[in-house]
C-alpha cells in the first residue's frame, strides 16, 4: 500500500490551465473566472472530495456550467406578474434587441448629422412624451427611488415636503421612502392620519417654510373602510394658491388607466390633473427596463435635470435603449401577462396537469412589486407535491412555483406559450426526482 499523500497529485495550477479541455471551455470567460474554478476544484481534492487526478474534469464542469454571468434564466411560474426578486418586469422583443444593439457604441449623446453633441437620450425622451401628451417634458433617471429624491431635492431642498400620514411607505427590504428624502435634507411635514387626510389638513401645513406637496401612491399596501384622500384636483388648486409645486409618485408606471386595475393611478391621469412632475418606475407596469420617469411641466422637469444630483442618477445608454424600445415596440410580457384569458391558462393548465398526471386548480395570480395590492387575477395552477418546489428551482431551466397551503403550485400566467415545452420537461423531471 503506498503512503504517498494523495494531495501531492493535486495538478498544479498552470497545468491544469494549459490542458486543452480547459482551454476550450475557458473561452469566453476572464481570466479571473477560470482561475477561481481551477482554486475551487484544487480545494476540492485538497478536501479529499474528488480525487487529484479529477480536477481537469471539474474545472470544465464548473466552467461549462455557467457564463461569465452568474445569474440563471428562472421561468416565474408564481403568477406574480412584477415579481422583485426575479427582477420585475421580463423585456419585450424589441426592448431586448436594442439592449443588445446599445452595448455597442452607439449615438445616445450624439447628433450623426451634425457631428455634435447632442441631448442624451433624446429619443426615450420623446417616446416618452408620444406616450404621455399631457406632459411638456421628460427626464430618465436610474429608478423610482432616485426620481423621488432627485425631486424632492431639487424641489424642497430642505424646506418641508407636505404628505400625506397614509401615504408613508416602505417599499421593501427595509428601504422607507421617508427616510429616502430626509437623506438628503428636505424634512417631511404629515399631515392628516393614516386613514383619513382632507384638504384643510394640507393647507394649515402650508407657508413660507413649503417646499413642496408631495402626493404618494400607496402602492403596496391597502387602507380600507373610513378613509379619505385629497383629489389631485384640489391639491393642485392649493397648490397655486401658495406657488408650492405639486409632485406625484404614482409608483408602477401605468401610462393610461386600465379597467383590469380599476384603484391604479395612471401617469396621464396625474399629469392631467395638473401636477408639475409625475414619478414612476420603468419596471413595474410599463414592463421596462430599471428606470426613474420624470414627467410635468416644461419648468419643473428643466429644473430637475439641472440639478448635479442629476447626473449622479443618470440613465445609462442600455436603460434608454430598452425603454424607446418598450414605448415604441409590440407588447410587453408584462401587459400580456397582466391581461391573460384565464380559459386560455385553465387549457394550457389542464394540458400540462394531464401530461404529468396532476391536477389543474384556480389560482388566482397577482401584479405584485408595487402595484395594484390585493387585487387578484383570476387564473389557474398545476397542484402538485409541496416537495417538487426545491426540485423545480434547482432544475434547467430553473423554475420557480408558488409553495401555498401544502402545495406546489405552477401558474402559467407569467409562462409565455413558447416556454411550455420546457416547463412541461422540468415539471416531469422534478416529479421523477421525487420517486
Ligand atoms: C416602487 C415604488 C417606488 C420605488 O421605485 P423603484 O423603481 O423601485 O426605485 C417609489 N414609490 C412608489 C409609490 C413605488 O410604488
Known amino acids: 500500500m503506498s503512503t504517498e499523500d494523495p494531495r501531492r497529485r493535486i495538478p498544479r495550477t498552470d497545468r491544469v490551465l494549459a490542458d486543452p479541455r480547459v482551454r476550450a471551455a475557458a473561452a469566453g470567460l476572464g481570466d479571473a473566472a477560470v482561475r477561481a474554478a481551477v482554486l475551487a476544484a484544487q480545494q476540492r481534492a485538497r478536501g479529499g472530495e474528488i480525487a487529484p487526478e479529477a480536477v481537469v474534469e471539474a474545472v470544465v464542469a464548473g466552467l461549462s456550467a455557467r457564463g461569465a454571468s452568474s445569474l440563471s434564466p428562472v421561468l416565474n411560474a408564481t403568477g406574480v406578474v412584477v415579481h422583485t426578486n426575479l427582477g420585475r418586469a421580463p423585456l419585450s422583443h424589441a426592448a431586448k434587441q436594442a439592449l443588445l444593439a446599445a452595448a455597442d457604441y452607439v449615438d445616445v449623446e450624439l447628433d450623426l448629422a451634425t457631428g455634435q453633441r ?16 399631457a406632459a411638456e ?9 432616485a426620481a423621488l429624491v432627485l425631486a424632492t431635492t431639487a424641489l424642497a431642498g430642505t424646506r418641508e415636503v407636505v404628505v400625506s400620514r397614509g401615504e408613508f411607505v416602505e417599499i421593501g427590504a427595509g428601504f422607507r421612502l421617508s427616510d429616502l428624502m430626509e437623506s438628503t435634507g428636505a424634512r417631511l411635514r404629515e399631515v392628516g392620519t393614516t386613514n383619513r387626510t382632507h384638504l384643510g389638513d394640507y393647507e394649515a401645513a402650508l407657508g413660507p417654510g413649503t417646499g413642496c406637496i408631495l402626493k404618494v401612491h400607496p402602492s403596496n399596501f391597502r387602507v380600507a373602510g373610513f378613509t379619505a384622500a385629497v383629489p389631485l384636483r384640489e391639491l393642485r388648486s392649493l397648490a397655486d394658491a401658495h406657488g408650492v409645486p405639486l409632485v ?29 412632475a409625475v414619478i414612476a418606475s420603468g419596471d413595474k407596469l410599463l414592463g421596462g427596463p430599471q428606470a426613474g420617469l420624470l414627467l410635468g411641466r416644461a419648468k419643473t422637469v428643466r429644473r430637475l435635470a439641472r440639478f448635479p444630483l442629476a447626473r449622479a442618477v443618470r440613465a445609462d445608454k442600455l436603460t434608454l435603449a430598452a425603454l424607446e424600445a418598450t414605448l415604441r415596440g409590440g407588447p410587453t410580457p408584462v401587459g400580456r401577462s397582466l391581461h391573460a384569458d384565464p380559459e386560455r391558462l385553465r387549457e394550457r393548465a389542464e394540458a400540462l396537469a394531464s401530461v404529468v398526471g396532476a391536477e389543474a386548480v384556480p389560482h388566482d395570480g397577482r401584479v405584485g412589486g408595487g402595484g395594484a395590492p390585493g387585487v387578484p387575477l383570476p387564473g389557474w395552477a398545476v397542484r402538485l ?19 401555498h397551503d401544502g402545495a406546489c403550485l405552477v401558474d402559467l400566467r407569467c409562462i409565455p406559450e413558447a416556454d ?11 416529479l421523477e426526482g421525487l420517486r
Open 248 to 276: 406625484v409618485d404614482v409608483g408602477s408606471g401605468l401610462l393610461t388607466p386600465d379597467p383590469t386595475l380599476p384603484d391604479e393611478p395612471s401617469l396621464a391621469e396625474a399629469l392631467e390633473a395638473g401636477a408639475d
Open 420 to 430: 411550455d415545452a420546457a416547463l412541461t420537461d422540468a415539471v416531469r423531471a422534478a
Open 385 to 403: 407535491p409541496e416537495a417538487a418546489a426545491e426540485a423545480l428551482r434547482l432544475g434547467t431551466p430553473a423554475v420557480l412555483p408558488r409553495v
Open 118 to 133: 447632442s441631448a442624451r437620450g433624446a429619443g426615450a425622451r420623446e417616446a416618452l412624451l408620444e406616450a404621455c401628451p
Open 137 to 145: 417634458d421628460a427626464l430618465v433617471v436610474t429608478n423610482g427611488a
